[in-house]
């Protein structure tokens, strides 16, 4: 594979780590951070513009999940996609942990 399978596939790990609490946030009717509240990344956007943003990181998640050629026949694509995963669901984990206190 070439260097861009892998690079994809780091990102359509993160994409889809990104999906996670925005969807479950969204169809739970909670709001929660998205790039286009106020402070972007910081205020709270509603459930319908979660759900948006979800779908839109699966979207593109999947895209780059294709593009990247994530096979569990190639052990180290797969590596490299848990280590998207793993990547943005901590830097959410560290973002996200004051969000009640704006």
Do not use: E
Not at 3 to 31: C, E, I, M, Q
Not at 64 to 88: C, E, N, Y
């Amino acid at each position: 594979m070439q260097w861009y399978h892998y690079f994809s596939g780091f990102w359509a790990g993160a994409f889809l780590a990104n999906f996670v609490p925005h969807f479950v946030k969204g169809v739970s009717g909670d709001p929660f951070p998205t790039p286009f509240a106020k402070p972007p990344g910081k205020g709270l956007s509603s459930p319908i513009v979660n759900v948006w943003w979800a779908l839109l990181n699966a979207v593109v998640g999947y895209l780059l999940f294709r593009v990247g050629k994530v096979s569990p026949d190639d052990i180290l694509s797969l590596i490299i996609f848990f280590a998207g995963v793993t990547a943005l669901s901590l830097l959410c984990a560290k973002n996200f942990v004051n969000k009640d206190k704006i």
